[in-house]
Structures are given as structure tokens and as C-alpha cells.
């Protein structure tokens, strides 16, 4: 690895787990809206409106609402999409490519045919330390869990 790679990353926060559905049901959940809407955000918080152009520099918009009842508008576009397979997609860019000047992260989520269903790995990268712990203390590790969890509930519900 070189240096600049080991030096970034520090800035990753990585999820991975083996998941008993087939990684179908795991791209239709994160490609089909009307599937993300059901799993996307950790409960309490709910996913209110989801947009998905699924090519390299299509939009990935969602809107999380808070308990509370507030929206977060989050938008960025899709970088690189390979069916059944990986989606890399960043809010530092919007449709098109755009940039949009308020960059957080870039994820990678690929999905691995396992003998037990899927591979499921989600990489994601941040442009400094201080990005990184936000994430870290908004609860990535626990906040992706849940949401991963609860795509397989819902993908579970359908088959």
C-alpha cells in the first residue's frame, strides 16, 4: 500500500457482514425507491422521499426525518454503478457531476454472492478527521447496522 493510500485511509469507516438474502434482493433494495424508502434510515428516523437515476452521474437523493419531525435533504449523484454488483456515489458531486461545495462523503457499498447469501461491504471515505468522527459519533457503525438490518427484514417480507 502506499502512503498516500494508508494515510486515507484513516478516513474510512468501513462496514461489512454476511447477510442471509441473495445479493438480487440486496441491489433491488438499495436501486428500486420505493424498497429504500421502507429500510434506508435507522428507526426512529424515517426515509420520506427517495430519488435514484442509477448511472454515473444520476442523482441519489434521500430525505431523513428526525423523530422530531425534521428533514434532512441529503443529494449527491452516482459515480460508478455496476449491476448487481457495487454503487459508488458522493454528495460532493450532484447530478451531472455538479459539484456542490459541501462535500461529506463518498460510499462505496459492493454485494459478493456467499454461500450464505451475500457479502455485503460499505466503504466510506471522508475528506478529513474531523468528517470521519462526525460520522463516527452520529453512530455510523450502529446507524448502517440497523439500517442493513432492516433491508433484510423488509427483502425478507417480499420473498
Same mark, same amino acid.
Given at each position: 500500500?502506499? %502512503?498516500?493510500?494508508? %494515510?486515507?485511509?484513516?478516513?474510512?469507516? $468501513?462496514? $461489512?457482514?454476511?447477510?442471509?438474502?441473495?445479493?438480487?434482493?440486496?441491489?433491488?433494495?438499495?436501486?428500486? +425507491?420505493?424498497?429504500?424508502? &421502507?429500510?434506508?434510515? !435507522?428507526?426512529?428516523?424515517?426515509?420520506?422521499?427517495? &430519488?435514484?437515476?442509477?448511472?454515473?452521474? @444520476?442523482?441519489?437523493?434521500?430525505?431523513?426525518?428526525?423523530? %422530531?419531525?425534521?428533514?434532512?435533504?441529503?443529494?449527491?449523484?452516482?459515480? $460508478?454503478?455496476? +449491476? @448487481?454488483?457495487?454503487?459508488?456515489?458522493?454528495?460532493?458531486?450532484?447530478? @451531472?457531476?455538479? !459539484?456542490?461545495?459541501?462535500?461529506?462523503?463518498?460510499?462505496?457499498?459492493?454485494? %459478493?454472492?456467499?454461500?450464505? @447469501?451475500?457479502?455485503?461491504?460499505?466503504?466510506?471515505?471522508?475528506?478529513?478527521? &474531523?468528517?470521519?468522527?462526525?460520522?463516527?459519533?452520529?453512530?455510523?457503525?450502529?446507524?448502517?447496522?440497523?439500517?442493513?438490518?432492516?433491508?433484510?427484514?423488509?427483502?425478507?417480507?417480499?420473498?
Amino acid at each position: 500500500m502506499s %502512503e498516500v493510500a494508508a %494515510e486515507t485511509s484513516k478516513l474510512d469507516l $468501513e462496514l $461489512e457482514r454476511i447477510v442471509d438474502i441473495p445479493p438480487s434482493l440486496v441491489w433491488a433494495a438499495w436501486t428500486t +425507491p420505493a424498497h429504500l424508502l &421502507e429500510w434506508f434510515t !435507522p428507526a426512529p428516523w424515517k426515509t420520506v422521499d427517495c &430519488e435514484i437515476d442509477l448511472r454515473p452521474g @444520476g442523482i441519489f437523493r434521500t430525505v431523513m426525518r428526525s423523530p %422530531e419531525g425534521v428533514d434532512h435533504d441529503n443529494a449527491g449523484c452516482y459515480l $460508478e454503478v455496476i +449491476p @448487481g454488483k457495487k454503487l459508488v456515489f458522493t454528495d460532493a458531486l450532484g447530478p @451531472g457531476f455538479r !459539484p456542490t461545495g459541501n462535500s461529506f462523503m463518498t460510499a462505496t457499498v459492493t454485494f %459478493e454472492a456467499h454461500e450464505a @447469501g451475500t457479502r455485503y461491504k460499505a466503504v466510506v471515505m471522508h475528506k478529513n478527521a &474531523e468528517d470521519m468522527q462526525k460520522h463516527m459519533d452520529m453512530g455510523f457503525h450502529q446507524g448502517w447496522g440497523a439500517a442493513l438490518d432492516q433491508l433484510v427484514a423488509h427483502m425478507k417480507k417480499l420473498n
